[in-house]
């Protein structure tokens, strides 16, 4: 007869981001240990609250299925003696398997007869199977760990209770000094402890202690009961993803309320009043129809509404002072002007060993200069440019940001326009920080694109002037996310960008006045080029471009990102055509040949003179009007241009000896087909592309 199992895990409160992750963790180490132990069943089914994570799984059987395995032992000659008798191997064989040499068969296997027995496994009951559950519990793993009472033992927080149920009876193991039972705890407050009888009325028994232990069903809960407040008002309230996780996995029994604020604190900027409701105390906005901030939040509550009015009045008391806070830091704020606030960089460390945040600023002003022509800005587009990066990290220096770190950016943005900045330079201070993640939102604006681009590229070049280069997974000033915004924002733009030419000609200009800019970059550049292909790398796996042929586009002789990008899209939409694999492979060989040459005798020079049968004439015809057109062409034109040189390619290798003795010969064919190769890994590494 098939049985339900329970698990739950119960804790002190933990953090709201952990969860989630930890309930699915859990539900996939349940499912392996069932699995792993030959035990099926039906469904699995998730509980989490910020007290406990729990596991509810249909149809077990009572007990494993018996199995029938076929062990191997060693080989016949080794299992007799010389007279015919079993062996000492073959009986130590026979005996580690429970068995007896009258079970032994043999079966020849590669042309060896080997000793065989068939071992009977009698499955054991499922109660004593699921004791191992103790070792699951154990092995849950978490973003942060401690450690309680006079035990070593770590986990997310101290474990008070677990409840461990097959059907009625209890499957018996414990952690530490918590002994598994049936008990478990409803709400802090609101609830008591209640005896779970048997699995099926777990979350029915918790929702009477006031305890939603389904998640899905809780943030259902908050969802419909913001949207009820929302419609009852004429309100918008934007239920943000993120923030509704959170707020689910704070509760276990959760009621929404309104609560108000002053409207003397809309004066503050938006993102102020939205970054103290959301950020800080976990509030959903409150706007008219029109979108505009209206002067209430909506919380929500951990228990019922009883008494609610209090709950209300000392949550508005909490925002109150904030926006008090914030309304302070704002006014004082707009006392200073740019320029102090700029000079007080000069104090600001952005690490101690490249230097200060003024120099950072005064470095970065150089290179958005130098990519900013680069990418053709107009003369006032690097004016705007050239403003903005003399002032764009002064508001880390305000008083605001220094309370609500999350504004950087923002708040420089807000504060350049009312001391008159232009709209350009304001906008490029708030993008500059752009993408603020991996697959974050890039800068809209080419004045602001440029400059996220040089002060992410001035932070990557410093680290990697002072040898702190991201290993393994260590990279802890999110080189590799900086690295990796900078080719995002190049791909969006759609820019001409040579990054290896770019690079040199950053660190020279940084290298001929290095007392004035604080810091010496490297000149050598194959560490930095090497951490820039893998960001180029991780970019066309999120296009889900083939392996072999971001290998192909990466390691090419393009130096430009978009033609890398262009390139790896050109070959993705060719490589079912059917003439592909036969262009790859004449051209590979082209490659493969040329590679053999020594440096010295690579010229790209032809003497027609030295030709000796006409397919050397018409490859030389056809690659001469092609190398004129190359320069000329579109990527998927010269594409198509070395498509058509393939059937011209084999008629020559079909009539042509091209490692011959005669020296000149032999360079002359050589360099002939360094030309082809040369177009070829202006595309790609041809070679490195797979064609089976």
């Known amino acids: ?19 989630w992750p930890s309930s699915k963790q859990l ?86 007869e080997y000793v065989y027995v068939t071992k009977y496994i009698h499955g054991k009951e499922s109660k004593e199977v699921l004791t191992g559950l103790e070792d699951v519990v154990k092995g849950m793993t978490f973003p942060t760990m401690m450690h309680w009472g006079e035990t070593m033992f770590e986990y997310i927080r101290p474990i008070h209770w677990i409840v461990a149920l097959l059907d009625e009876e209890v499957i018996p193991f414990n952690v530490l000094d918590v002994q598994t039972g049936r008990t478990t ?30 998640a899905q069903k809780r943030q259902q809960m908050i969802s419909e009961q913001i949207e009820a407040i929302a419609e009852k008002n004429k309100w918008v309230i934007d239920l943000d993803p993120k923030l509704l996780e959170e707020v689910t996995n704070l509760v276990e029994y959760p009621t929404a309320f309104v609560g108000d604020f002053e409207e003397r604190f809309l004066s503050i900027p938006e993102e102020v009043l939205v970054t103290s409701m959301k950020e800080h105390q976990r509030y959903f906005e409150v706007r008219n129809q029109a979108g505009m901030l209206l002067p209430h939040f909506i919380s929500v509550r951990n228990g019922n509404s009883v008494k609610l009015d209090n709950v209300v009045k000392g949550n508005q008391k909490v925002l109150a002072a904030r926006l008090e806070d914030g309304e302070f830091f704002y006014e004082e704020d707009k006392k200073s002007s740019i320029e102090d606030l700029v000079e007080k960089l000069k104090n600001v460390t952005f690490h101690e060993k490249i230097g200060s945040m003024y120099e950072k600023m005064k470095r970065v002003g150089l290179i958005s200069q130098i990519i900013g022509k680069r990418v053709g800005l107009s003369d ?14 002064f508001d880390l220096v ?50 602001g694109a440029v400059l996220a681009i040089a002060d992410k590229l001035d932070s990557v070049l410093g680290f990697f002037a002072v040898d702190m280069i991201p290993n393994g997974s260590n990279d802890p000033y999110a080189l590799r996310r900086q690295t990796y915004g900078i080719v995002r924002i190049i791909e969006a733009q759609g820019w001409t960008f040579p990054f290896t030419d770019l690079q040199g000609a950053v660190v020279d200009a940084i290298n001929e006045d290095e007392l004035n800019y604080g810091i010496h970059f490297n000149r050598d550049q194959k560490e930095f080029i090497e951490f820039f292909k893998g960001r180029l790398r991780q970019r066309l796996q999120m296009h889900h471009v083939r392996h072999d042929i971001i290998d192909a586009v990466v390691e090419s002789e393009q130096d430009d990102m978009v033609q890398i990008f262009q390139s790896a899209k050109l070959f993705e939409k060719h490589v079912s055509d059917d003439n592909f694999k036969e262009t790859m492979e004449a051209l590979t060989r082209v490659i493969n040949l040329t590679k053999k040459m020594e440096p010295t005798t690579i010229t790209y020079q032809v003497d027609p003179a030295l030709f000796e049968n006409d397919s050397e004439k018409e490859l030389y015809a056809a690659v001469k009007e092609a190398k004129d057109e190359f320069t000329n062409q579109s990527m998927a034109e010269n594409y198509h241009t070395l498509t058509n040189l393939r059937p011209v390619i084999e ?42």
Do not use: C
């Not at 895990?9 to 952990?18: Q, R, S």
């Not at 009539?655 to 790609?684: F, G, Y």
């Open 380 to 393: 006032e587009e690097l004016t705007d440019l050239k403003r903005a990066a003399e002032i764009y990290k």
């Open 398 to 447: 305000t008083n605001m940001v220094g309370e609500f770190p999350e504004l950087q950016g923002i708040m420089g943005e807000k504060y350049a326009l009312l001391k008159g900045e232009k709209p350009a330079v304001a906008t490029a201070i708030r993008e500059h920080y752009q993408p603020i993640s991996a697959e974050g939102e890039l800068p809209k604006t080419a004045i």
């Open 27 to 112: 539900e996939e180490k349940v499912t392996k240990f069932l699995t792993d132990n030959s035990l099926t069943f039906e469904s699995i089914e998730s509980f989490s609250t910020p007290r406990r994570l729990a596991i509810r799984v249909t149809n077990i059987p009572e007990r494993q299925e018996d199995v029938q395995e076929e062990v191997k032992g060693p080989a016949k000659k080794i299992a007799l003696d010389a007279e015919g008798n079993w062996s000492k191997a073959a009986q130590g064989f026979v005996r580690g398997q429970g068995l007896t040499t009258d079970a032994i068969t043999f079966r020849e296997l590669n042309g060896v």
């Open 185 to 214: 705890e409803g709400h802090r407050f609101l609830g008591d402890q209640v005896e779970v009888a048997e699995p099926n009325e777990y979350d029915v028994k918790l929702t009477e202690q006031f305890v939603i232990a389904d």
């Open 1 to 19: 007869m098939a049985k339900n199992l329970l698990l739950e895990i119960g804790l002190e409160e933990m953090p709201a981001h952990v969860v």
């Open 651 to 692: 008629r020559y290798f079909n009539d042509t000896m091209i490692m011959v003795e005669d020296e000149k010969i032999r360079d002359n064919r050589l360099n002939q087909l360094a030309i082809i190769a040369h177009m070829a890994n202006a595309l790609a590494s041809i070679d490195k592309i797979m064609t089976k």
